[in-house]
């Protein structure tokens, strides 16, 4: 099982004036936990990370003397040019492919570990959990137009799991279709592909804001006893 892990953060929202994949938590930078759990997982044979030139040193020095391959690529201007690269960049024996953002730190072995053995099954699948908050659809002046089921809702998260050859060609089609997407599932959703949910439970947050940093400190605090 292959895995690519998009490491091209920034620290806009988090207020910093670097990659927040290396801000320190709990000890380490962000990115170190991520893969951390991805090195872990059994089921994960070789890992390639995407990222900007400017951070390529640090992140490296992160994963010196890992158990299992790790490659660096190039990462491109989005997201996704960036996964578009690092599907050009797996090897050419790849068949299933696992898309992780590194900023899900709290990710476990586990949850790789299931994600591998639903897409090795045939299935595409996004970890993702359901929503609990009521949710609102509001137009450019505040107003609210609707409120959508609830129980019909799930909040996308990573890794996301999927067979090379078909997310290649998902990302050809939003190339020559000038489609521009935030998640890989929605390329399959696009072209009617089935994708399927896989409950990641609440904790596997994306570090986004200096609040996330205190919620992801905490919730490694109780791991760790």
Known sequence: MHLLIAAAGSGRRMGATRNKLLLPLSGQPVLAWTLQAALAAETIHWIGIIGQEIDRSEILDLVGGAPKPVVWIAGGDSRQESVERGLAGLPTAAKHVLIHDGARCLATPDLFNRCAEAVRGGQAVIAATPVTDTIKKVDESGLITATPNRAELWAAQTPQAFSVDEL????????ANGWTVTDDASLYERLGWPVNV????????????????????????ERQG
């Open 198 to 221: 896989l409950d990641a439970g609440p904790s596997n947050i994306k570090v986004t804001t200096p609040f996330d940093l205190t919620v992801a400190a905490a919730v490694l605090a």
């Open 168 to 175: 290649r060609q998902g990302h050809r089609e939003a190339r």
